[in-house]
């Protein structure tokens, strides 16, 4: 079992910055991949961006250029920071992980609001 609280969200201005922290607690060993998604409304959950535990990250195509996700493996903490950001960057930002030999859709955090004027 794997508890995720997100942190970090909030309103921003467009081409404003935002990092998003996301504090993993319980069976962290055996976490192999974390990453972040969000939702927007009337909108499905999409993946933003991962990292593996050895490090590896990929993004989606929409960031690309404008997010860097991190791990902090002494903290149990994965950040997303996130510069330029866009009017359609607006959604509820989710944590997830999943663990060695897990449940299928892993482990997911509350989620965090994220909000950019235009």
């Known amino acids: 079992q794997v508890q995720l609280v997100e942190s970090g969200g909030g309103l921003v201005q467009a081409g404003g910055s935002l990092r998003l922290s996301c504090a993993a607690s319980g069976s962290i060993f055996s976490i192999y991949v974390m990453g972040w998604y969000r939702q927007a409304p009337g909108k499905q959950r999409e993946l933003v961006a991962s990292i593996t535990r050895g490090g590896t990250s990929n993004y989606a195509d929409s960031v690309k250029g404008r997010a860097t996700i991190s791990r902090d493996n002494a903290k149990n903490t994965v950040y997303l920071q996130m510069n330029s950001l866009k009017h359609e960057d607006t959604a509820v930002y989710y944590c997830?992980?999943?663990?060695?030999?897990?449940?299928?859709?892993?482990?997911w955090g509350q989620g965090t609001q994220v909000t950019v004027s235009s």
């Open positions: 997830n992980a999943h663990l060695v030999s897990g449940p299928w859709s892993g482990y």
